[in-house]
C-alpha cells in the first residue's frame, strides 16, 4: 500500500466560521492556524496547502489572559529614522481589532511562499456579519 500524498486537484478546501465571543486569543489563533495549514485532516500534507477557508466573526469580542489589555504592545516600523511606533493592546482593538488575531496567526503560520498564501484564507470581520454567505460556511467549534 503506498502513501496518500495530496495535490492541488485533490483538495476540497471547506469554509468555516469561528465565532470569537469570549475567546483567548492565543489559543484562538493556534486552532486557527492549524486549520488554515490543514493539519486537522488525515490527509495533511507539508508541501501542500491542504487547509480550508476560515471566517472569524466578532473580533471585537476576544480576550487576553492576565494584564495583557494593559501591557501587550504592537510594534511597527517604517524603516526611515524615527519611524517606530508602538501601539498598545486596548488602542489595537479600539483602532483595528482585526489586526489582533491576524497578527497572532500570522506569528503562528510557517514563513515562506506557502506559509503567506495559506494566511490569505483568513478572513476577520468585525461584528456577527459577513459576506461569505454564498459559500455555504460551516460552524466551526474550538476544543476547549
Same mark, same amino acid.
Given at each position: 500500500?503506498?502513501?496518500?500524498?495530496?495535490?492541488? *486537484?485533490?483538495?476540497?478546501?471547506?469554509?468555516? +466560521?469561528?465565532?470569537?465571543?469570549?475567546?483567548? +486569543? %492565543?489559543?484562538?489563533?493556534?486552532?486557527?492556524?492549524?486549520?488554515?495549514? #490543514?493539519? @486537522?485532516?488525515?490527509?495533511?500534507?507539508?508541501?501542500?496547502?491542504?487547509?480550508?477557508? +476560515? +471566517?472569524? !466573526?466578532?473580533?471585537?469580542?476576544?480576550?487576553?489572559? #492576565?494584564?495583557?489589555?494593559?501591557?501587550?504592545?504592537?510594534?511597527?516600523?517604517? @524603516?526611515?529614522? %524615527? %519611524?517606530?511606533?508602538?501601539? *498598545?493592546?486596548?488602542?489595537?482593538?479600539?483602532?483595528? $481589532?482585526?489586526?489582533?488575531?491576524?497578527?497572532? !496567526?500570522?506569528?503562528?503560520?510557517?514563513? %515562506? $511562499?506557502? #506559509?503567506?498564501?495559506?494566511?490569505? =484564507?483568513?478572513?476577520?470581520?468585525? #461584528?456577527?456579519? @459577513? $459576506? @461569505?454567505?454564498?459559500?455555504? $460556511?460551516?460552524?466551526? =467549534?474550538?476544543? *476547549?
Amino acid at each position: 500500500m503506498s502513501t496518500f500524498i495530496a495535490n492541488a *486537484s485533490t483538495v476540497q478546501p471547506k469554509w468555516l +466560521v469561528i465565532d470569537a465571543t469570549d475567546l483567548v +486569543v %492565543g489559543r484562538l489563533a493556534a486552532s486557527i492556524a492549524t486549520v488554515l495549514r #490543514g493539519k @486537522h485532516k488525515p490527509d495533511y500534507t507539508p508541501h501542500t496547502d491542504t487547509g480550508d477557508f +476560515v +471566517v472569524v !466573526v466578532n473580533v471585537e469580542k476576544v480576550q487576553f489572559t #492576565g494584564k495583557k489589555w494593559d501591557q501587550k504592545e504592537y510594534q511597527d516600523y517604517s @524603516h526611515y529614522a %524615527g %519611524g517606530q511606533k508602538i501601539t *498598545s493592546a486596548k488602542e489595537m482593538l479600539a483602532r483595528k $481589532p482585526e489586526e489582533i488575531i491576524r497578527r497572532a !496567526v500570522k506569528r503562528m503560520m510557517p514563513r %515562506g $511562499p506557502l #506559509g503567506f498564501k495559506q494566511l490569505t =484564507k483568513l478572513k476577520l470581520y468585525v #461584528g456577527n456579519q @459577513h $459576506p @461569505h454567505q454564498a459559500q455555504q $460556511p460551516q460552524e466551526f =467549534k474550538l476544543k *476547549s
